[in-house]
C-alpha cells in the first residue's frame, strides 16, 4: 500500500479520536437519564433531548461538512484536522468534571454546537487523506482497512467502557482525546494532491478551479472556495452512479442514527438493559465489524467489487433490525448482533465507490458531500424515529409492539438494498479513455491517481 507510513499514522489518530468518542456511548444513555428523569427506566424526555441534539448537529454538518472537506482540498487535511480533534476535547471535559443535572446541561449544550464539525469532520477529512495516498485499484481495501480501525476503536471503548465506573469513563475519554490531537499534529504529514494536466475538475468549470492545480487554489479568493449549493448538485450530478450511491448513503445514515440514538433506550425499556449489557451487544457487534472490515474488505473488494459488499452490508442492516424489533427475550439481541460482521461493509463501500467518480483536487468535498447527505439524514432521522420510540415505548401505544420503530429503522436499510442494486449495473471504473463524468456538456476523463 502507498505512502504506509503517512497512513499508519493516520491509522493511529483516527484509531485514538473514535476510541474516545465511543468509550462514552455506553454511558450517555444512564447519565441523560439520571440527570433529566432520576430512578426511571422510561423517560421521554431523554429521548427528544437526544433526537433534537443529533438534528441540530446534523444539520450544522449538512454545511459545514462540504466547506471542511473542500477547505481541506486546498489548505491541506492536516490543517482541517485540527479543528475537530480540538473542539471535541471540550464537551468530554465537562462531563469528566461532574455529571449533575447543570452540568449534564452545560455538555449537552457544548455537545451539540462542536458535533456540527467534530463528529464527522475527522472522517471525512481522513477520507480525503486516504484518496490522496491510494491508488485506485487499492482503494477498496485501503478504506475497509480504516472502517476496520474504526470498528476496532469501537470494540476497546466498548471493552473499556465495560471495566471503567461512569466517571472513569468520562475522564479516559478526555485525556484520549487530547493525546489524539497532539499525536495528529506532531506525527501526521501533509499531503498535497498531485494532478494531471489532462484532468478536469467537475466543480466550479470555466472558472478558476479548472485553470489552475491544487496547490494554486490557495492564491483564489478565500470566498470563491465556499461551494455554493449549485457546485454540490453539480457534483451530485456527475455521474450517474454519484447520484444513485448518495441516495444509498442517505438511506443507509437514517437508519445508523436511528440505531445510535433509540436502540439502547429500546432495550432499556424492553430488558431492563444497562451499562454492562450494551457493552455485550457493541462488543459483539463491532467485533464482528472489525474482522469483516479487516479481512473481508480486503480480501473480497477486489474479486467481487464494492457494489456487491455494500449491498450484503445493507441487507445485514435490515435483518439486524427485524430481529431486534420481535425479540422475545433477553438473547435474541446477543445473536442479532452477530450481523455486525456484515452490517458495516455498507458505509465503507459507498464512500470508496464515490471516491472513484472524482478527481484528486476533489476528494475532500465529494467526501464532504456524502457526509453532508449523512448529517441530513441525521436531522431527519429524530423527527422520525424519536415519536414512534417514545409512543411505542409508552403505555399509550396504539398496539402493542414496542419494536415498530426499530422495524422502520430496518426498512431504511431495505430501501438501500433496493437502490444499491442499480450500482451493480452501472459501470464504476471506466475503459482507458472513456468518459468518467461529464458536466454541462464538458466531458472529463477518468482521474489518474498517485
Request: charged letters at 10%; a neutral charge; one cysteine or more.
Amino acid at each position: 500500500m502507498e505512502n504506509w507510513g503517512n497512513l499508519w499514522h493516520l491509522f493511529v489518530t483516527v484509531f485514538l479520536s473514535n476510541f474516545a468518542a465511543l468509550v462514552t456511548n455506553l454511558a450517555i444513555a444512564d447519565v441523560t437519564m439520571e440527570a433529566v428523569c432520576p430512578g426511571k427506566d422510561e423517560c421521554s424526555l431523554a429521548i427528544y433531548l437526544t433526537g433534537f441534539q443529533q438534528a441540530i448537529a446534523g444539520l450544522g454538518s449538512v454545511v459545514l461538512m462540504p466547506l471542511i472537506g473542500n477547505m481541506s482540498d486546498v489548505y491541506g487535511r492536516k490543517a482541517l484536522l485540527t479543528i475537530p480533534m480540538t473542539l471535541s476535547i471540550i464537551p468530554l471535559g465537562i462531563l469528566a468534571l461532574k455529571r449533575t443535572t447543570n452540568y449534564f446541561y452545560a455538555y449537552y449544550v457544548l455537545k451539540t454546537i462542536t458535533a456540527m464539525v467534530s463528529e464527522g469532520g475527522v472522517l471525512c477529512l481522513a477520507l480525503g487523506y486516504l484518496a490522496d495516498s491510494v491508488s485506485e485499484g487499492k482503494r477498496v481495501s485501503a478504506f475497509g482497512v480504516l472502517a476496520g480501525v474504526v470498528a476496532g476503536a469501537s470494540v476497546c471503548s466498548t471493552f473499556a467502557a465495560r471495566l471503567l465506573s461512569t466517571a472513569q469513563i468520562f475522564q479516559v475519554a478526555a485525556a484520549v482525546s487530547i493525546a489524539a490531537a497532539l499525536y495528529m499534529r506532531i506525527f501526521l504529514k501533509d499531503l498535497t494532491p498531485h494532478t494531471n494536466v489532462l484532468e478536469e475538475p467537475i466543480l466550479k468549470p470555466e472558472t478558476e478551479r479548472d485553470q489552475v492545480g491544487c496547490e494554486s487554489l490557495r492564491e483564489i479568493d478565500f470566498f470563491k472556495q465556499i461551494p455554493s449549493p449549485k457546485d454540490i448538485i453539480h457534483l451530485l450530478k456527475s455521474s450517474t452512479t454519484f447520484s444513485v450511491a448518495a441516495f444509498v448513503a442517505f438511506f443507509n445514515s437514517l437508519a445508523e442514527a436511528g440505531v445510535q440514538a433509540f436502540l439502547m433506550y429500546y432495550l432499556k425499556a424492553r430488558f431492563q438493559f444497562k451499562k454492562d449489557q450494551y457493552a455485550d451487544i457493541w462488543l459483539i457487534t463491532y467485533i464482528g465489524a472489525t474482522m469483516s472490515n479487516m479481512l473481508f474488505m480486503p480480501i473480497l473488494g477486489p474479486l467481487i467489487g464494492e457494489e456487491t459488499l455494500l449491498s450484503v452490508g445493507l441487507f445485514a442492516g435490515f435483518l439486524n433490525m427485524l430481529l431486534y424489533s420481535i425479540a422475545w427475550s433477553s438473547w435474541v439481541p446477543y445473536v442479532s448482533a452477530c450481523l455486525g460482521v456484515f452490517l458495516f461493509l455498507a458505509s465503507p463501500s459507498i464512500r470508496c465507490i464515490v471516491s472513484k467518480q472524482v478527481g484528486p483536487c476533489e476528494q475532500g468535498i465529494a467526501q464532504g458531500c456524502l457526509l453532508g447527505i449523512a448529517s441530513f439524514a441525521n436531522v431527519i432521522s429524530p423527527l422520525i424515529y424519536s415519536p414512534l420510540s417514545a409512543l411505542f415505548l409508552s403505555e399509550g401505544a396504539p398496539f402493542n409492539f414496542p419494536g415498530f420503530s426499530i422495524m422502520c429503522i430496518g426498512l431504511a436499510w431495505l430501501i438501500g438494498f433496493i437502490l444499491s442494486i442499480v450500482i451493480k449495473i452501472i459501470p464504476l471504473i471506466p475503459k482507458d479513455g472513456e468518459v468518467h463524468g461529464s458536466l454541462n456538456g464538458k466531458t472529463r476523463p477518468a482521474p489518474t491517481l498517485v
